[in-house]
Structure formats: structure tokens, C-alpha cells
């Protein structure tokens, strides 16, 4: 069946480092890609999302880009701040129907 | 335009009981969907709704039940609470069953905790 596979945090970076979140899928036909994130105490977030492969989605600075070859979808960024510390969850809509499913989410931890 | 909201936000109940929880989602939007989330299996589906009807559903055991109202309002009711139910409970709302890409927008959630 469809899923979504994700790096397991936590992941800890330092104030202004560079951030990548693996992200891959597997999933029949042509999935939407979307990242979610969740703050504490707070529901979700759509932070981005792509519908068709070598699409790049992008929001307050980060990125992401469908690759269909490589079936992934890895969430970047080049500077991070404090405020970005949150759960991160990566996550597809199979074509056929509007369910989403989830990774199990990378919990990031921003350091000053 | 006011978000997503799920009421209430905290809920206190001991096995067996039963709980009613509820989603008001974005006007305009036809479409809630319910999901549970918890430490140990991350984020499932339950089931979502569009103009009253359950559209899709989740695999969960048939104590978790649902339904939407006409203005799109929806409830998730969970019958004989067992302590596996404990759980962080979150509605999402779009604006309708569009094919795949559709956006959803979630509430707050209510945590549930079972004694």
C-alpha cells in the first residue's frame, strides 16, 4: 500500500545551519507530496506541497522537490532559525482518493 | 476567515465511557476529515465526510463512529473508551473532495486522556 517514510528525529541543529528532512514514498500512480509542520501545543500546518513530479514546492523559506526517480521529497533549508523548531511531517494523497497519509513525523530542535 | 476550530481542547474520561468531539471547519469548506495522533503510530487516518455522507474511512474499530451535519459542522463520537484512546484528535477541513492536491487545513485538536 501507499506510504511515506521520514527520518526519524530528533534532529538538533544550531541557529543559521543548513537543514535537510529525508522524505520518500511509495505509492501506485501520482501522488501529491505535502509538508506539514506542527508547533507545540498547535495542530497542523501545510507548509508546502507539490502535485506533479519535478515540482518544487517552497515557503518561508524552505523547499522541497518531487522527485519522481528517486520517489523522495526531502524538505530543506539553508538557514534555520529557533522559531523553526517544531514537528515536521511529510506526507501524500494517493490520485484515486483524498486521504492523506502520514509519515511519523521528525521532531527538529533548533539551538541559539 | 476564522480557522478550523475543535471543541473542547482537553477532555478527561475513564475507560468505558463515552466522548463526543467537535469540528466547526473554515466557511465555505465541505469536507472534514478526523485523525488520530499519538507517540507510538503517529498520525492515522479515521474517516472523512462531504455533505453529510462518510467518504472514506480509516482502520479503525467501529467504536469510533462520525457524522457531519448540514452546515458542514462535524462530530466524532468514540464509544467504550479504552485507554489506547488517549490521544491528541484532529480535524482538517477543505473545501471539497477535488481530485488529489487538494489543501487541507487543520484545528487545534482536542487531547483526550482516558483513566
Known amino acids: 500500500g501507499d506510504s511515506v517514510t521520514q527520518m526519524e528525529g530528533p534532529v538538533t541543529l544550531s541557529e543559521e545551519a543548513f537543514l535537510t528532512i529525508n522524505c520518500t514514498y511509495t505509492a501506485t500512480g501520482y501522488p501529491s507530496l505535502f509538508w506539514y509542520v506542527q508547533y507545540p501545543g498547535e495542530g497542523l500546518q501545510l507548509l508546502l506541497k507539490a502535485t506533479k513530479a519535478d515540482d518544487k514546492g517552497s515557503n518561508k523559506g524552505f523547499e522541497a522537490t518531487y522527485r519522481k526517480e528517486t520517489t523522495s521529497f526531502h524538505l530543506e533549508k539553508g538557514s534555520v532559525q529557533v522559531s523553526d523548531s517544531a514537528v515536521y511531517f511529510c506526507?501524500?494523497?494517493?490520485?484515486?482518493?483524498?486521504?492523506?497519509?502520514f509519515g511519523k513525523g521528525t521532531r527538529l530542535h533548533i539551538l541559539p | 476567515k476564522a480557522g478550523v476550530t475543535q471543541t473542547p481542547r482537553y477532555l478527561i474520561k475513564t475507560r468505558g465511557q463515552q466522548v463526543t468531539l467537535s469540528c466547526s471547519p473554515i466557511?465555505?469548506?465541505?469536507?472534514v476529515s478526523w485523525y488520530q495522533q499519538t507517540p507510538g503510530q503517529g498520525l492515522q487516518f479515521l474517516f472523512e465526510y462531504f455533505s453529510e455522507t462518510q467518504r472514506n474511512k480509516g482502520n479503525f474499530p467501529g467504536r469510533f463512529s462520525g457524522r457531519q451535519f448540514s452546515n458542514s459542522r462535524s462530530e466524532m463520537n468514540v464509544s467504550t473508551l479504552e485507554l489506547g484512546d488517549s490521544a491528541l484528535y484532529l480535524c482538517?477541513?477543505?473545501?471539497?473532495?477535488?481530485?488529489?492536491?487538494?489543501?487541507?487545513?487543520f484545528g487545534p485538536g482536542t487531547r483526550l486522556l482516558v483513566l
Open positions: 482538517a477541513s477543505a473545501r471539497s473532495l477535488a481530485p488529489s492536491g487538494e489543501t487541507q487545513y
Open positions: 466557511s465555505g469548506h465541505r469536507s
Open positions: 506526507a501524500l494523497t494517493p490520485n484515486r482518493d483524498d486521504k492523506i497519509i
